[in-house]
């Protein structure tokens, strides 16, 4: 079975603080995937890597980086957080190579105050 | 730019029942899938079922079915003999075939089983 795991299921910051979020994939797939979730918004992707320091803008990258120095890891970052970035982070990955499934891990949720 | 829409915040069914979730996207392309995730709470989002748009039959996953309407760009989700472990937000999402992997999610529809 695929695994994706988060570094952390909650967090509490401080506004302005750096925030990372880690998320490990142990089944060598090539992408990997940033998303937010909030209600009535479904998930919006914030970044994606399809290769390792290979990554693309999705739809919400304002706010947020990323980095990929491991093709088992992706980390997103918050270079100063903010309240609006509260919110559910999920993670996922595929295979890539023609197989689109996603696969997601737990989830951080995190708080800004 | 494609967009996916579900129109139906809360479902609610009585256990053993069936119900069905809507979904419809926006697109100008012909080639693309279609997916239904589960999201159980404070559980793992899993996929449930997936369509590819040229193909015309109906994917199925045993309680699991697909009504694929291409031309009027619906995509809507049959949960059959449903059960309490059903529960969970589900949703909708499209992939354009050269989009790279990039899912385009609706916003979510919350299913409650009643027993």
């Known amino acids: 079975d695929v695994k994706v795991t988060q570094s952390s299921r909650y967090l509490v910051k401080r506004t302005g603080e750096k925030v990372f979020l880690e998320c490990v994939q142990d089944?060598?797939?090539?992408?990997m995937f940033w998303y937010r979730q909030d209600p009535g918004l479904g998930l919006r992707l914030i970044y994606f890597?399809?290769?390792?320091?290979?990554?693309e803008k999705g739809d919400i990258p304002e706010g947020y980086s990323v980095s990929r120095e491991k093709k088992e890891r992706f980390s997103l970052i918050l270079e100063s957080a903010s309240t609006n970035q509260t919110s559910m982070y999920l993670c996922?990955?595929?295979?890539?190579?023609?197989?689109?499934?996603?696969?997601f891990g737990p989830g951080t949720r995190l708080l800004v105050l | 730019a494609q967009t996916v829409t579900q129109s139906q915040p809360e479902m609610s069914v009585q256990e053993a029942e069936t119900v069905t979730l809507s979904c419809t996207y926006d697109?100008?392309?012909?080639?693309?899938?279609l997916f239904w995730y589960k999201q159980p709470p404070s559980r793992q989002m899993i996929l449930v079922i997936r369509q590819e748009a040229y193909k015309q039959q109906n994917a199925t996953e045993n309680r699991f079915s697909v009504n694929f309407q291409k031309a009027a760009k619906s995509f809507s989700l049959k949960i059959s003999d449903s059960q309490l472990g059903d529960a969970a937000m589900y949703f909708c999402a499209y992939r354009w075939d050269n989009a790279g992997n990039m899912l385009t999610f609706g916003g979510g529809t919350r299913l409650m089983v009643k027993p």
């Open positions: 697109t100008s392309e012909s080639d693309y899938y």
């Open positions: 890597s399809y290769d390792v320091k290979m990554k």
């Open positions: 996922a990955s595929s295979l890539g190579a023609g197989d689109e499934t996603q696969y």
């Open positions: 089944m060598d797939h090539e992408n």
